[in-house]
């Protein structure tokens, strides 16, 4: 019997996730604007057989005080669904995933973009779905507060069923294209969505051709319940956030069982959690650039890092005292039940929990490459992943050394691939092409 096989993707924002990596030694400072350097990392993403380029995306500067945002290298990065399209003109295979929000959005224009790569890239687009928690993202959108958590996800939920109706607007014959008689398609083939709903009404149809997918592929992050229930209900992909092993055998679980009650195939579902990589020559070297890389967060990074994942200020908190009890706020709340987990479970002061969070906090793998081939396998075979949402250390070295070094050490394992299985993302994932809703095959 075959060994199970890893997925898999990038977390790009469009590059690295942590804070001092713009800083480290040999990285590229302007990395996240710089489409030559942007161009080069998909590229070798691609020669790594990697399943998806992931840009997630912010509707706002991060919001945290001067001192802080003076440091961050992500002030500044290209719109998603405009950089997509140019990485799809210099790559063949690997997918192409977009954070689009449900909430400062309209389901027409989202459903629109989204068919408009799929069809550019040959197949090969992702919508990752999220519901935006930061606060100044409103202000940008002529709102003077965030929607409540709760109505973000009833309206995240029917968004997505627009979309994927609009998705449906076509039969995939409906463009017959006849010089002789004239006829461009068949009206008997063309859906009116004609959509009411609590928040939205959308008649259509969508004037793109139905995506070469069927749908681009469905993507998802966040752990709270509403979250699960989403994603149970809708993902075919889900980034999670899950810093233990058991913890990932428990989320695993948890969607899987969801999924199953709802009818729906527990394979069609791959759950990814992010994992941030650090790679050295020995295991000291690998805990070396570890801390190089996080000696580089300043404290006013640190602690305006920890005050947007509380949703809670926290730079009047004693650095050296323990962190206080945490009112709940409107921001995520799987963010910040996961950093008050992570305090409580190695009894971190705020300062070393701001250097934490400044760099990056969650689930991590440090260590030779070999080593660090077996934690993935590790994690595969316990089922409590079925792949990783893989963040570099820095860029160009850290992608390049996982390329060179882990994806060979996986390979000899037989738990990742050689070639593409495929050319579009859906092939490359193992996922099922959408039957069309209106127009069943």
Same mark, same amino acid.
């Given at each position: 019997?075959?060994?199970?096989?890893?997925?898999?993707? #990038?977390?790009?924002?469009? =590059?690295?996730?942590? =804070?001092?990596?713009?800083?480290? !030694?040999?990285?590229?400072?302007?990395?996240?604007?710089?489409?030559?350097?942007?161009?080069?990392?998909?590229?070798?993403?691609?020669?790594?057989?990697?399943?998806?380029?992931?840009?997630?995306?912010?509707?706002?500067?991060?919001?945290?005080?001067?001192?802080?945002?003076?440091?961050?290298? =992500?002030?500044?990065?290209?719109?998603?669904?405009?950089?997509?399209?140019?990485?799809?003109?210099?790559?063949?295979?690997?997918?192409?995933?977009?954070? #689009?929000?449900?909430?400062?959005?309209?389901?027409?224009?989202?459903?629109?973009?989204?068919?408009?790569?799929?069809?550019?890239?040959?197949?090969? @687009?992702?919508?990752?779905?999220?519901?935006?928690?930061?606060?100044?993202?409103?202000?940008?959108?002529?709102? =003077?507060?965030?929607? /409540?958590?709760?109505?973000?996800?009833?309206?995240?939920?029917?968004?997505?069923?627009?979309?994927?109706?609009?998705?449906?607007?076509?039969?995939?014959?409906?463009?017959?294209?006849?010089?002789?008689?004239?006829?461009?398609?068949?009206?008997?083939?063309?859906?009116?969505?004609?959509?009411?709903?609590?928040?939205?009404?959308?008649?259509?149809?969508?004037?793109?051709?139905?995506?070469?997918?069927?749908?681009?592929?469905?993507?998802?992050?966040?752990?709270?319940?509403?979250?699960?229930?989403? @994603?149970?209900?809708?993902?075919?992909?889900?980034?999670?956030?899950?810093?233990?092993? /058991?913890?990932?055998?428990?989320?695993?679980?948890?969607?899987?069982?969801?999924? #199953?009650?709802?009818?729906?195939?527990?394979?069609?579902?791959?759950?990814?959690?992010?994992?941030?990589? *650090?790679?050295?020559?020995?295991?000291?070297?690998?805990?070396?650039?570890?801390?190089?890389?996080?000696?580089?967060?300043?404290? $006013?990074?640190?602690?305006?890092?920890?005050?947007?994942?509380?949703?809670?200020?926290?730079?009047?908190?004693?650095?050296?005292?323990?962190?206080?009890?945490?009112?709940?706020?409107?921001?995520?709340?799987?963010?910040? $039940?996961?950093?008050?987990?992570?305090?409580?479970? $190695?009894?971190?002061? *705020?300062?070393?929990?701001?250097?934490?969070?400044?760099?990056?906090?969650?689930?991590?793998? *440090?260590?030779?490459? /070999?080593?660090?081939?077996?934690?993935?396998?590790?994690?595969?075979?316990?089922?409590?992943?079925?792949?990783?949402?893989?963040?570099?250390?820095?860029?160009?070295?850290?992608?390049?050394?996982?390329?060179?070094?882990?994806?060979?050490?996986?390979?000899?394992?037989?738990?990742?691939?050689?070639?593409?299985?495929?050319?579009?993302?859906?092939?490359?994932?193992?996922?099922?092409? !959408?039957?069309?809703?209106?127009?069943?095959?």
């Amino acid at each position: 019997m075959a060994a199970r096989q890893l997925h898999l993707g #990038a977390f790009m924002r469009p =590059t690295t996730i942590h =804070t001092g990596a713009w800083r480290y !030694p040999g990285a590229f400072p302007d990395a996240n604007f710089n489409f030559a350097h942007l161009k080069r990392f998909a590229q070798t993403l691609e020669r790594g057989k990697f399943d998806a380029f992931f840009m997630a995306d912010h509707l706002a500067l991060l919001n945290m005080p001067m001192e802080a945002l003076k440091r961050s290298h =992500t002030v500044t990065s290209f719109d998603p669904l405009t950089l997509l399209p140019a990485l799809a003109a210099v790559t063949e295979r690997i997918g192409l995933i977009a954070t #689009a929000s449900t909430t400062f959005n309209d389901p027409y224009h989202i459903a629109r973009k989204f068919a408009s790569l799929d069809h550019l890239s040959g197949g090969r @687009a992702g919508w990752n779905i999220v519901t935006t928690s930061n606060p100044d993202a409103a202000l940008n959108f002529g709102q =003077t507060e965030q929607m /409540e958590h709760g109505e973000r996800y009833r309206r995240g939920r029917e968004f997505f069923d627009v979309v994927t109706g609009l998705w449906d607007s076509w039969a995939d014959d409906a463009f017959t294209r006849d010089v002789e008689s004239g006829l461009f398609f068949d009206p008997a083939k063309l859906h009116v969505l004609d959509h009411k709903g609590e928040f939205f009404q959308v008649r259509g149809p969508l004037n793109v051709a139905r995506p070469v997918q069927g749908w681009p592929v469905i993507v998802q992050a966040g752990a709270s319940e509403a979250g699960r229930q989403l @994603a149970a209900e809708t993902a075919e992909v889900i980034f999670a956030a899950t810093p233990t092993l /058991e913890d990932g055998r428990s989320f695993y679980r948890d969607v899987k069982t969801r999924m #199953a009650a709802l009818g729906r195939d527990p394979s069609h579902l791959k759950i990814l959690p992010g994992c941030f990589v *650090v790679i050295g020559e020995t295991e000291e070297d690998a805990r070396a650039r570890r801390a190089k890389l996080d000696s580089l967060v300043y404290y $006013e990074s640190g602690v305006a890092s920890l005050s947007i994942a509380l949703g809670h200020d926290a730079s009047g908190f004693d650095p050296d005292g323990p962190l206080p009890e945490i009112p709940p706020s409107n921001a995520s709340k799987s963010s910040r $039940e996961r950093v008050i987990a992570l305090a409580e479970r $190695e009894k971190l002061t *705020v300062r070393q929990l701001a250097q934490r969070l400044g760099g990056y906090p969650g689930s991590a793998m *440090v260590g030779t490459a /070999e080593s660090i081939a077996d934690q993935m396998q590790q994690w595969l075979e316990a089922e409590a992943c079925d792949g990783f949402n893989i963040m570099f250390s820095h860029v160009p070295d850290g992608l390049d050394d996982f390329v060179e070094k882990v994806v060979p050490a996986l390979q000899r394992r037989g738990i990742f691939r050689r070639e593409y299985e495929g050319t579009t993302l859906r092939e490359n994932l193992g996922l099922p092409r !959408p039957a069309n809703r209106f127009f069943p095959a």
